[in-house]
Nanobody, 121 residues
Framework: QVQLVESGGGLVQAGGSLRLSCAAS????????MGWFRQAPGREREFVAA????????DLADSVKGRFTFSRDTAKNMVYLQMNSLKPEDTAVYYC??????????????WGQGTQVTVSS
């Protein structure tokens, strides 16, 4: 089993920045891919970013390219999503996810509880 806990969400004005963190615990060595997803009210969950454990495979949604970047601290089993130039349409609950398969867009096996990001105009 793998446990994921997100943090770092909050309220920010348009144009501002936030950094989300995700702490992984449990059988972390089994993780092949770490990803970030988001779900806005009334909308389906959408892919934001993903990368392989080695960092050799990466993927970023077009809607966040140039604004969001991700990083990881393997020693601490932490992954991060740096969000810059935030827009009101970025408002959503953001989820960290882990996959046991080498597939960037999923399916994912483990999910965090989510952290709310609200961007005011």
């Amino acid at each position: 089993q793998v446990q994921l806990v997100e943090s770092g969400g909050g309220l920010v004005q348009a144009g501002g920045s936030l950094r989300l963190s995700c702490a992984a615990s449990g059988r972390t060595l089994s993780i092949k891919i770490m990803g970030w997803f988001r779900q806005a009210p009334g909308r389906e969950r959408e892919f934001v970013a993903a990368f392989s454990r080695s960092g050799s495979l990466t993927d970023l949604a077009d809607s966040v390219k140039g604004r969001f970047t991700f990083s990881r601290d393997t020693a601490k089993n932490m992954v991060y999503l740096q969000m810059n130039s935030l827009k009101p349409e970025d408002t959503a609950v953001y989820y960290c996810a882990a996959s046991l398969r080498l597939l960037l867009r999923g399916p994912y096996d483990y999910w965090g509880q989510g952290t709310q990001v609200t961007v005011s105009s």
